[in-house]
């Protein structure tokens, strides 16, 4: 009888527990290929100590907003959650949505050791490229296939150095 009473409270206890709160808009809780199917992702690993990684956060807001087909995602790197993990996007000015779950073991890559590091998934979900250090608009750009795109921004004549002839004075 101890047994059944316990096992009414404690199904009592359970329903009575308040469902956990959606989350804010700028989190997800993990990579959600099939959402991304068909754009180009970018998924940089960032921490608030790494002075590379608060450099480049302006180059990936501008990545996402200008290019459609591109979706930018954070991680960070100390695996901060909560209050604290809003406090950092709000100072830093993040603008694109922090994976809650790391994604390394998913796409079968090793979690970054260095940091700012960002991983460029081609429209098929594929991992396609490892970028280490800092990167700006032209490297992402080049980076995802948006270099030469119609209003697509710079071409890769704006990017890449001009050829030198030898030859010429």
Same mark, same amino acid.
């Given at each position: /009888? ?9 199904? #009592? ?11 804010? %808009? ?9 959402? =991304? ?7 940089? =690993? @960032?921490? $608030? @100590? ?16 200008? =290019? ?31 994976? #809650? ?9 090793? /979690? ?13 979900? $594929? ?9 700006? #608009? ?10 030469? /795109? ?7 004549? %704006?990017? #890449? ?9």
């Amino acid at each position: /009888m101890k047994f059944v009473v316990a096992a009414i409270t404690a199904l #009592l206890l359970t329903a009575c527990t308040a469902p956990e709160p959606p989350l804010p %808009d700028n989190l997800l809780p993990s990579l959600d290929r099939e959402r =991304y199917q068909g754009q180009w992702v970018v998924i940089n =690993y @960032w921490a $608030k @100590w790494c002075k590379p990684c608060i450099k480049e956060i302006p180059e990936l807001n501008a990545l996402d907003r200008k =290019y459609e087909q591109v979706a930018v995602l954070g991680v960070n790197f100390d695996a901060v959650r909560g209050d604290e993990l809003q406090a950092q996007i709000s100072q830093l000015g993040i603008e694109f949505p922090i994976l #809650l779950e790391e994604p390394s073991s998913a796409l079968g890559t090793p /979690m970054p050791q260095v940091l700012p590091t960002t991983l460029i998934l081609d429209p098929d979900g $594929k991992l396609v490229a490892t970028l280490v250090g800092p990167q700006d #608009l032209a490297s992402l750009a080049l980076a995802t296939g948006q270099v030469g /795109m119609p209003d697509s921004g710079p071409t890769a004549e %704006d990017i #890449l150095p001009a050829e030198t002839d030898e030859r010429s004075p």
